[in-house]
DNA sequence: GTCTATAATCCGATAGAC
DNA sequence: GTCTATCGGATTATAGAC
């Protein structure tokens, strides 16, 4: 029987999930399944095998956040539905952010198997195609696209990791807001002078709202 | 003698830097030292407390990195130089940045020692008082102060997390270019408007440097 | 202050019976 | 396919001799 198997990689996901990365362990995951350890290993080659599969459902769970904003109509909205894909899964998905982050060598694998490196590479070319039809539509600088990709990224990545790491202390709520904000102004510094001061109407209507 | 103390702490850091947190053992220390391991428990109540001491020089070297731009003349100097502090101590010292964005629950400790948290403030209030002066010398805007703090942050904190991850394929000085580089656009969005066409030049004298 | 010996838990993985 | 039994290793930490 194959469902087994699967049956397997939903209960590895959903342990993984609860516990963490250093928390999973195969003994655990035959006590949820209720069975004994050695079980597993008739459709598992060991531990590295399984939790290159919850690396893969990560990635896959990630891909679908952003993808969906491919529904929006025009490149800024595309855009703004791609950040709000990723803030989305950050917020609600820390764990499998978490293992999207992790080194190879602290997943016990020597390589990324192929479909999951091809997976981060359709989601970079996502990216890559956001910032590229952003610059054709005026909204982006026409200048190094790797550069502004890096700038947005490390930006987006360093606010969440801070906040997974507890360094913001408001609400989930209140982190959507600061995410944004501090966003937007990120992003003056790689828009369009035009762009630009439609970013900065918005930073001088929200000092506006906060004396009201 | 309370030289032993010293000299396991000076071991505990030496076997941190080498291994790594999770690769950190009282049976690695004790071989280390040429002693066993119940030696050490005459001096150290157990792993959490000499793990303490390993997250204090961390603390310390990271403020000292900091701190010698106190001696730069101008707001503007000791920004700068307070950021390229920062980027020396993540490019030398990967560990101990790790261990002090490491969760106090992976340290096996239930609360950080009071001092610990103390040398925190100070850093933060570092920070806080570069945005201040920097304000006031009409380099940022005059807004929301722990707004335009939390922007810089996340970029700087990104980036080293993304180098550190091995997401980005250069060198460590072409890591180094990329952050200013990168930096300075992101500047931009919390500069004010005079300073906003210095950091722009900068920008453009790049970008013609490419060209030749 | 350091040692030996050991308790008490974990872990991944395998052999071989059923 | 699952089980019992086990190997071989890691870890923190303690008891008690010297």
């Known amino acids: ?3 087994q198997r699967e049956r397997i990689l939903s209960c590895a996901c959903e342990l993984y999930l609860k516990v963490g990365l250093d928390g999973f362990s195969m003994r655990k995951l035959a006590r949820d399944l209720g069975v004994t350890a050695p079980s597993i290993y008739r459709h598992f080659e060991g531990r590295e095998e399984v939790l290159g599969e919850v690396l893969r459902e990560a990635h896959r769970t990630f891909s679908s956040y952003l ?11 595309r855009f703004i539905g791609a950040g709000e894909g990723y803030l989305n899964f950050v917020v ?16 016990g694998m020597g390589a990324l198997p192929a479909d999951i490196e091809a997976m981060q590479a359709g989601i ?32 987006a990545h360093g606010m969440v990791q801070l906040y997974h790491e507890g360094c913001f202390p408001g609400t989930e709520a209140e982190f959507r807001m600061l995410f944004k904000q ?16 439609q970013l900065n109407q918005i930073v001088v209507d929200e000092a506006t709202q906060l004396q009201d």
């Not at 956001?130 to 696209?145: M, N, P, S, T, Y």
């Not at 501090?182 to 001061?197: I, L, N, P, Q």
Request: charged fraction near 20%.
């Open 92 to 107: 609600q998905h820390p764990r499998w952010y978490g293992i999207m982050h992790t080194g190879i060598d602290h997943l």
């Open 124 to 155: 970079q070319q996502f990216w890559m195609d956001r910032v590229r039809e952003c610059i054709q539509a005026g909204i982006l600088k026409d200048g190094d696209r790797e550069l502004i990709s890096v700038t947005m990224w490390a930006h």
């Open 1 to 3: 029987m194959n469902g």
């Open 67 to 77: 993808f969906a904003a491919l529904n929006e109509p025009t490149p800024l909205d």
């Open 182 to 197: 501090s966003g937007t102004r990120m992003m003056v510094g790689v828009a369009t002078d035009d762009f630009a001061v």
